[in-house]
């Protein structure tokens, strides 16, 4: 079986000069497909806003386990296992029966996949960080207080300080991932012209140098591994108690069932998730078509000229309130003028005033009307 599977693997059928450049690649490839899948699906189908919030936390917990899996069974990450990459440390030899170095393996494994998943992860966090900013800095400013304050000298040298850090983080986070990004093939093409140990700067920050198995080191490698479940099935069913033999003995075989079909499970994962977000997609866009066919509404109407200076301005980021300039808690618009704000915001500003901030057209509380999005 393991010589009918080597030769249908992609390894087989990769010429040799080019497939360190090919190892490299389709891991980093398949792990920001694998991140952005769970995360696009987890950010549609949460159940609730807070779940979708935590959509990349979601997708870095279901790569690490898949990753965790392929490093526990091939020594290598979901992508590397594809051609035979493993981590050296983490290969199987006749001395894995000591519980001590089967122990430090798990730790390794479980180390290298917290750090494969950690790229994508930390990746995604920072540019959500970088939008934020943008969104911040689009903002005008508020209006002048009492500049003779020294309350608001201080806060406009927070407001200064804060804008400044803001605006940096906004410059220098393409650099940074230009930066990595030059890095990283710096270090394939180290690795490829075997000048380092190391494929990329994820096997450098875990000190595990990989490498590329050979067809017979590869078939060693499932025989000291089935060589290993015997010993393991051997040793649960040698256990006195009955129901903890047959608890060991069942936790056992599902861990194998899990290791064996890991790569299957996540393609079927991956799959169905794509599939629910391409049916879920077509039933928006259709909603969207019935919409372009009733008649188009008005534009909310333009402020007074005799009005225009004592209006609330728009920011020029829709998803701020033009009252509080923050973003939008609990969206609600005012029907008789059509513009969006906070519940709170417009609820007290309509019931003190008794007019929209922005056209200072009358209103009542019965125009206030809270939206209810699905996303």
């Known amino acids: 079986m393991d010589s009918i599977a080597s030769s249908v693997r992609i390894v087989a059928r990769t010429p040799r000069n080019i497939a360190p450049i090919l190892d490299a690649g389709t891991a980093q490839v398949l792990k920001r497909l694998m991140h952005e899948t769970f995360a696009s699906f987890a950010a549609t189908f949460a159940p609730t806003p807070g779940a979708r919030r935590f959509s990349h936390e979601i997708a870095a917990a279901l790569a690490l386990y898949f990753n965790l899996l392929s490093l526990l069974r091939e020594g290598g990450a979901v992508g590397e296992a594809l051609y035979w990459v493993a981590r050296k440390d983490l290969l199987l030899t006749t001395t894995n029966g000591d519980e001590e170095r089967?122990?430090?393996?798990?730790?390794?494994?479980?180390?290298?996949?917290?750090?494969?998943?950690?790229?994508?992860?930390?990746?995604?966090?920072?540019?959500?960080?970088?939008?934020?900013?943008?969104?911040?800095?689009?903002?005008?400013?508020?209006?002048?207080?009492?500049?003779?304050?020294?309350?608001?000298?201080?806060?406009?040298?927070?407001?200064?300080?804060?804008?400044?850090?803001?605006?940096?983080?906004?410059?220098?986070?393409?650099?940074?991932?230009?930066?990595?990004?030059?890095?990283?093939?710096?270090?394939?093409?180290?690795?490829?012209?075997?000048?380092?140990?190391?494929?990329?700067?994820?096997?450098?920050?875990?000190?595990?140098?990989?490498?590329?198995?050979?067809?017979?080191?590869?078939?060693?490698?499932?025989?000291l591994r089935e060589a290993a479940r015997a010993r393991w099935l051997a040793r649960a069913r040698a256990s006195p108690s009955a129901p903890r033999r047959w608890a060991l003995a069942a936790l056992l075989r599902t861990r194998f069932l899990a290791e064996d079909y890991n790569k299957v499970a996540l393609l079927a994962l991956a799959v169905g998730c794509k599939s629910l977000e391409w049916w879920y997609n077509s039933g928006e866009e259709a909603a969207r078509e019935a919409l372009k066919t009733r008649s188009n509404l008005p534009p909310p109407p333009a402020p007074t000229p005799s009005s225009h200076a004592s209006a609330k301005k728009l920011p020029r980021s829709s998803q701020v309130c033009p009252i509080c300039r923050q973003r939008k808690e609990d969206p609600t618009c005012l029907t008789c003028s059509g513009y969006v704000f906070c519940y709170n915001c417009i609820m007290v500003h309509v019931k003190a005033h008794g007019k929209c901030p922005v056209t200072l057209i009358r209103a009542t509380e019965e125009h206030v009307r809270r939206l209810y999005l699905n996303s």
């Open 102 to 223: 089967r122990r430090r393996r798990g730790r390794l494994a479980l180390v290298a996949a917290l750090v494969h998943v950690a790229g994508p992860y930390l990746d995604n966090k920072v540019a959500q960080l970088r939008e934020d900013a943008e969104l911040v800095l689009s903002l005008p400013p508020d209006e002048a207080g009492d500049s003779s304050s020294s309350s608001a000298t201080a806060n406009t040298v927070a407001s200064r300080a804060r804008a400044f850090l803001l605006r940096a983080l906004v410059r220098a986070h393409p650099v940074v991932k230009l930066g990595l990004g030059l890095q990283d093939v710096w270090s394939r093409i180290r690795f490829t012209a075997n000048l380092s140990r190391f494929a990329t700067l994820e096997h450098w920050l875990v000190e595990m140098p990989v490498g590329r198995l050979t067809p017979a080191e590869w078939n060693a490698q499932n025989r």
